[in-house]
């Protein structure tokens, strides 16, 4: 990690800010306070908190709360900045723990982690994969209503068309798992301009395409050319890109039934107990590349690390509001603080010696900071003395792994 200068985070913050539009003095300075305070209060991140650590009281905080920010746009402007040029849009939904009953959107939703529905929140996460970097940027994270006038799907599929001016500046591909591979949600995004990456059922109903000559006279040209069976694939419409003794690859264009189009399609075959098991992936980009198939959505799941960090270090699941507009400002300061800390101490770093990023040491080195600053403060201790630079920079890394 790169500690040199633990207040950096602030001029990311600043220069994203000053190219947004409408962004007033009062609010500029609230937000580098408050993304301080998420990366050195350890422990639960609520309004409380905030005043127990700062001279203001906790009502400052939640009126603040209640005051729209353009998230999405903020993090555009620091994933276009920092990240490389080789990106995509990851899609995923999230559990977000909360009890009671008068919570804007407090219902049943579906946990992964515990495999099945929880009373609590959704969020639908929005994020960039830097795919050269092999890590993800969060973008917005949009709560999920309790109720809905139109089906899941279509609310998921709407929550990334009302932001696509946004987000194809970005990238036009869209990632996510298997659950997503349905015609209301893929021809959605087809018809707004993105290109979907995603998994099949492994018994997905798929059609060969027909590309001999066609018979003369009347009648409907021949479109097909069999069905796909994937025990015995016809190797004159899938090409074989890799075959060695455990993982076999193949790849083609075929017709799917339950997603009315051709898509592009990378069938994975993989050897476990002396029997082959198959997975497929597949792209509505007919040019994309089997190998960059592959590649983004195996990175789709670099979302989950944001989640993960969020739930364990920034207090995502920590908000004591209970309404919309304060839960969605908690939500994404919550996970742009990852972004923040990215930026600041891992994305500097050259690839070649770039460690696992690690939210736990910058967590840790900004709490050491804050402490450190209440000490200088009472005892008057000048920090800047060429003495006391080197102990400082040892009292900052106190308890950090990386150290």
């Keep these: 990690m790169i500690i040199k200068d633990l207040s950096s985070y602030k001029y990311h913050i600043k220069k994203a800010l000053h190219k947004m539009q409408?962004?007033?003095?009062?609010?500029?300075d609230f937000l580098i306070e408050i993304f301080g305070l998420f990366f050195s209060i350890k422990g639960r991140l609520n309004f409380l908190q905030f005043s127990r650590y700062t001279d203001h009281n906790e009502q400052r905080y939640r009126n603040q709360f209640n005051k729209p920010f353009d998230f999405l746009c903020f993090n555009k402007e620091l994933v276009l900045e920092h990240a490389s040029k080789h990106l995509t849009i990851a899609f995923d939904p999230s559990y977000v723990s909360k009890s009671g009953k008068a919570t804007w959107g407090v219902g049943n939703y579906w946990s992964g982690v515990a495999g099945k529905s929880k009373w609590g929140l959704e969020i639908s996460g929005i994020a960039a994969i830097d795919i050269d970097n092999h890590t993800p940027f969060h973008l917005e994270a949009v709560q999920t209503p309790n109720k809905l006038s139109e089906s899941l799907l279509e609310h998921y599929a709407n929550t990334i068309i009302q932001r696509k001016e946004q987000l194809l500046c970005i990238s036009k591909y869209v990632v996510a798992d298997a659950y997503f591979s349905k015609h209301g949600f893929v021809s959605k995004l087809s018809n707004n301009g993105f290109e979907t990456v995603s998994r099949l059922r492994d018994d997905a109903d798929l059609q060969y395409k027909y590309t001999g000559e066609q018979k003369e006279g009347k009648g409907r040209p021949k479109k097909y050319d069999g069905k796909v069976d994937f025990k015995n694939l016809n190797e004159l419409h899938m090409k074989k890109i890799e075959d060695n003794s455990t993982t076999k690859i193949f790849h083609g264009i075929v017709c799917s039934k339950s997603l009315k189009r051709d898509i592009n399609l990378?069938?994975?075959?993989?050897?476990?107990?002396?029997?082959?098991?198959?997975?497929?992936?597949?792209?509505?980009?007919?040019?994309?590349?089997?190998?960059?198939?592959?590649?983004?959505?195996?990175?789709?799941?670099?979302?989950?690390?944001?989640?993960?960090?969020?739930?364990?270090?920034?207090?995502?699941?920590?908000?004591?509001?209970?309404?919309?507009?304060?839960?969605?400002?908690?939500?994404?300061?919550?996970?742009?603080?990852?972004?923040?800390?990215?930026?600041t101490h891992w994305l500097p770093i050259k690839k070649e010696k770039k460690p696992a990023f690690s939210m736990t040491d910058v967590k840790t080195l900004y709490h050491n900071e804050l402490l450190l600053k209440r000490f200088f403060s009472v005892f008057a201790i000048k920090p800047n003395l060429p003495k006391n630079k080197e102990k400082i920079q040892k009292l900052l890394q106190y308890g950090a792994r990386a150290a």
Aim: hydrophobic fraction near 35%; proline fraction near 0%; charged fraction near 25%.
């Design 266 to 343: 990378v069938a994975v075959y993989t050897k476990k107990k002396e029997k082959w098991k198959h997975k497929l992936y597949f792209s509505t980009d007919l040019a994309l590349t089997a190998e960059l198939v592959l590649k983004y959505y195996q990175t789709r799941f670099q979302i989950e690390f944001t989640f993960r960090d969020a739930k364990q270090h920034t207090g995502l699941n920590h908000c004591q509001a209970r309404s919309e507009k304060k839960l969605h400002f908690h939500f994404n300061t919550s996970l742009t603080t990852i972004n923040l800390a990215k930026i």
């Design 22 to 28: 409408n962004v007033k003095k009062w609010q500029f």
